[in-house]
Every structure is written in structure tokens, then in C-alpha cells.
């Protein structure tokens, strides 16, 4: 069962450590994927568009939504390099321990500690944001 954004929001109202965030959380949610439902989410950019929420507050809530699966987590492998994401997958486990780089042909090694944890939208977050 897939708690509704609504739902969510109640929950977050009851509770003394989130109910002052619902409002901006909402609005930034909201506008990101009124721009692009794909868009991969995290508590960086959360918490750079709010002057209330900080990151352990985002991600606090991120995990929250993604535990009522309104959000799925998308894992990034960064290339060594810095030149952007050379893969990503949904499970650690999906990742091979060497890939050959598409961002700058090199061969990189995996390493659990580089991975990047991002959230997606379920298809029913994206939907009750737009109701
Ligand atoms: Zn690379």
C-alpha cells in the first residue's frame, strides 16, 4: 500500500519536528517536478531552495517519503575524474566492480564510499502533486 501525498503531509502535521517544514517542503517538491518529473532530487538541493529546512532535515524527510515509496532511490557512480555520472542503477548490487568510463574512457574501480544517493518520483507522488 502507497501512502497518498496527502497522507504524507498529515503525518508530517502531527509531528513536532517536521510540521513547520510541510509548507516549503511541498512548494519545492512541487515546483521541481512540475519542471521535469524525472528530476533526480537529494537533500543538497532541498535544502539550498529553503530557509528552514537544513540537509539532515531533507534527507530526513526524503527517506520518509521513500519508505511510503513516493520516492525511489537512484544510485549514481560518479566518474573519478569529475566529469559527471558514469552510471547509475537503482541497487548497489547492480553496479559492476569496473566500468569503462563514457564521461572520460578510463576504467574505474567501484567503490561503495563514491556512490551518490538521489531520489526519483513515484508515479503517484508526481500525480497528487499535481492535483
Ligand atoms: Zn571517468
Request: net charge negative; with cysteine.
Amino acid at each position: 500500500m502507497t501512502m497518498s501525498w496527502e497522507q504524507f503531509e498529515a503525518t508530517l502535521q502531527r509531528s513536532e519536528e517536521f510540521q513547520t517544514f510541510v509548507a516549503d517542503f511541498r512548494e519545492i517538491i512541487g515546483d521541481i517536478l512540475a519542471r521535469d518529473p524525472d528530476s533526480a532530487i537529494d537533500e543538497h538541493i532541498i535544502a539550498s531552495r529553503s530557509n528552514l529546512i537544513d540537509e539532515n532535515s531533507a534527507l530526513d524527510l526524503l527517506v520518509m517519503l521513500e519508505r511510503e515509496h513516493l520516492l525511489k532511490t537512484l544510485l549514481f557512480w560518479p566518474c573519478a575524474n569529475g566529469y559527471g555520472t558514469s552510471r547509475e542503477a537503482s541497487k548497489a548490487k547492480d553496479f559492476p566492480t569496473f566500468i569503462e568510463c563514457d564521461r572520460c574512457g578510463e576504467t574505474h574501480e567501484f567503490d561503495q564510499d563514491c556512490i551518490e544517493v538521489r531520489f526519483v518520483a513515484s508515479d503517484e507522488l508526481v500525480n497528487s502533486l499535481r492535483r
